[in-house]
Structures are given as C-alpha cells and as structure tokens.
C-alpha cells in the first residue's frame, strides 16, 4: 500500500476501535456509545459546542434512548460540506463483547459477537476529525453523522431531518468489509405480515367445525413458492429474493397451544427484495394473493372461512449512482492515490445510505475491516481498518 502525505498514528487509530468495540450499545440503546463518541471527540479537540444530537429518537416507531449524534467540523479551506456516516448500534449479538487483539486481528471470546459492524465506522470517523484538527490539516466543512438503530430497520436514517446536516454534497457511509470494495447501489425492501384468525375445536372430536388458521398460512407459503415468489425470484419483468421469517401466534408464542385443538390464530411475516421497489411490491402482491386463495380453500362444516388481514409497508428504497458521480469518482481516485483498485459493488441487504441517498445526498459506501458480521466468529481485519482509515482521511481533505 503506497502512503500519501496525510498523516496517521495506526496505533492510536487501533486504539479508539478498541475502546468503541468495548462499550455496549446494542440497535435502541446507544446513550452509553453515544457519550463515548463524543467524550472521545472532546479530547481529540472538537469544541463541545460542535457535538449535538437531534431528536429523531422521538420520532423512531420504537424505544429508543437517544436521537443521531451530529458533529459539525468548520472548513479551514473553501470547498462544499461533506458528510461522513456510520451506524452507533449492534446487534443484540454483541451484548457483552470483549474484544481482544489478535495479530492483524480484534476477535471477540467467541461468546458474543465482535461490533466491527459498523464500530470500524465510528473509530474511523473519531479518527478522521482527530488526524485533521491534531496536524492542522485543510478541509472543506466536514459533518460526522453516527445513526442510531440501523440494525433494526435504518430507523435514525430513514427518520432524520436532512436539514439538520447542513446540506452536504455527498456521503461517505463506513459500513463494509474491504477498503477496495465501493457500495454504489443497494436493492430497496417491502416488508410484509398477515394475521390469520381461524375458529378452535376438539380436533379429535369435531374437526370439521374449527377452522386450521396455521393450515391458512402452510398452503398460502406453498402456493406462493409454486407460483415462483419465494426464495430467488426472476421473472421476465424483473427480479428479487424474499423470505418468510416468522410463523407464529401471538407475542412471540407458538400458533397454537395443543395438538388436539385446532389452531385459531397464526401470524407469519416476511419480506421482498428487488432492485426495483416496484417489483418488491408485485412480489408482495404474490403473498397477498396466495394467502387470499388459502383462505377460500379451508372451510369448516358449516362453509366459513378464516379471516385473514395482510398488510405490507415499505422498509426502505433502492438506490444506484453511476460511477460518474462525483463521490464514486471521489472515493474512485482516493483509491488509486493509495495504490489500490477499485470494485463497485451492489448489496442485497439495506444501508443507511438507501435513505441518505433517498434525502437528497448522493452516498458511496466504504469498507473498514468488519468480518463475519453478526456471528459469534466476528473480527476486525486491521490491515484494512488502516485502510479505511487512511482512505477516510483521503477522501476528507482532497480537492475538488
């Protein structure tokens, strides 16, 4: 890796990851990382005039203890704001992590997870602002964002003012593995669920008279993956995944409490995925239409039939910019000043960066080091944590 004159002490960067990595603040309960962030802030000489937290938490649909911490670093040369993200939150995986280093590795003791994702964010952007008020280096005006409850829905991002972030040109969002790989585009996302209410009876005496709400919901999953909306979905008028991931009763508790009563409530919710939200929405429609066919096939003796309400609502929009846009080109050539070539990538899973984008603010997604995310296997490869680090602060203080 070729080194560029901006200049950073590895050591104190691997330093400030350790100490994120080793404050808990799993999606909903960021105070603590909060308070961490920005005491860390503090002493890395950022005026305690310039952190604030805006009150996104108050609209989030869910407990959540704190809003997004903002930070507004002044431009000590002309240019147009920049913005630089990353998420606060972990998984509930990462409840108790202790991270440890390893060689070019942090791990974790194998019980929880580690946090890279996205801490390897929140230590780069800690990282960023010390390097360039310690060395006096030019920038343009610079916010740090650090969202709150992205693992849970992209909430602090998809609820955020964007006139709170002083009208940035452009986002660099740290949430990725290799500093080489460029997320220039992520698929949007419907989420859909379906309470199915049956009638109980003596399923040993009279079956007949009660209504299966889990057999509703077993043949409409069957009739939805028959007809080719389950799993990998490609049709001649686009293309997607979805998935059913709960298939239940009420508050978490299985659909149904005995073997001889037949079953009268089942809830089940899934999801769609497509690069076209429009196309997520037919795959959607596949559910709902199945389910509908379901429910006319199981009757009791008397010819009635289940009451099945389904309802959907989109999770968040698909976004792709073009590798002319001027933050790939941006991110493009900090790249090739470190010697490293470029890939452009586009995920299948959600991102701060969909609603960024979808606000108005064209943003690339760069890697930090995080591997193995959401498992207990979990580790920060610090030859590219440096990387990122470096590419950060690249990106932060080139011209144009």
């Known amino acids: 890796m070729t080194n560029t004159s901006v200049p950073l002490d590895v050591e104190v960067a691997i330093d400030h990851l350790m100490n994120v990595l080793s404050v808990e603040g799993i999606t909903g309960q960021e105070a603590n990382i909060a308070a961490a962030v920005s005491e860390a802030l503090k002493k890395a000489g950022v005026p305690a005039s310039a952190i604030r937290f805006d009150d996104v938490n108050e609209r989030i649909p869910l407990p959540t203890e704190t809003g997004n ?33 390893e060689g070019d590795r942090i791990v974790s003791d194998g019980t929880t997870a580690l946090g890279g994702d996205a801490r390897t964010g929140v230590a780069l952007l800690i990282v960023v602002a010390e390097t360039l ?7 343009p005006p610079i916010t740090l964002l650090f969202t709150v409850r992205e693992e849970s829905g ?28 460029l997320i220039i585009g992520a698929v949007g996302q419907e989420n ?27 043949i409409a999953l069957a009739e939805a993956r028959n007809a ?32 001889n009563v037949v ?11 497509s690069p076209e939200l429009t196309f997520a929405t037919k ?28 309802r959907r609502q989109p999770a968040y929009p698909p976004f792709e910019l073009g590798k002319d846009t001027p933050v790939v080109k941006r991110a493009t050539e900090a790249l090739k000043m470190l010697g490293i ?16 984008d979808k606000h108005g603010i064209p943003t690339i997604t760069i890697g930090a080091g995080q591997a193995r995310i959401h498992t207990i296997n979990e580790y920060v490869n610090l030859t590219e944590y440096e990387k990122g680090c470096r590419l950060g602060l690249i990106m932060a203080t080139m011209e144009g």
Request: overall charge negative; some cysteine; hydrophobic content about 35%.
């Open 192 to 218: 859909w669920e379906v309470e199915i209410k049956g009638k109980a009876s003596h399923a040993g005496v009279a079956p007949d008279e009660g209504i299966s709400s889990t057999l509703v919901g077993a």
């Open 133 to 139: 008020l310690k060395n006096q280096i030019p920038h």
């Open 154 to 181: 992209l909430h602090g991002a998809r609820e955020l003012n964007p006139a709170d972030l002083k009208v940035p040109v452009m986002c660099i969002n740290v949430d990725g593995q290799l500093a080489s790989e």
């Open 283 to 310: 795959i959607v429609n596949g559910y709902e239409e199945a389910f509908a066919r379901a429910r006319s096939e199981v009757k009791d003796h008397e010819g009635e039939t289940a009451d099945v309400t389904f």
């Open 69 to 101: 911490l903002i930070v507004d670093l002044p431009g000590t040369r002309p240019g147009p704001r920049l913005l630089f993200s990353t998420h606060l939150d972990t998984v509930p995986l990462c409840a108790g992590a202790k991270p440890r280093r």
């Open 263 to 273: 079953t009268d409530y089942t809830y089940i919710k899934g999801e769609a995925r």
């Open 341 to 356: 070539e470029p890939t452009y990538l586009f995920s299948n899973g959600g991102l701060d960066a969909n609603w960024l």
């Open 228 to 259: 080719g909306w389950f799993g990998k979905v490609v049709k001649p008028d686009g293309h997607g995944t979805s998935n059913v991931g709960i298939f239940g009763g009420k508050d978490g508790k299985p659909s149904g409490d005995a073997t």
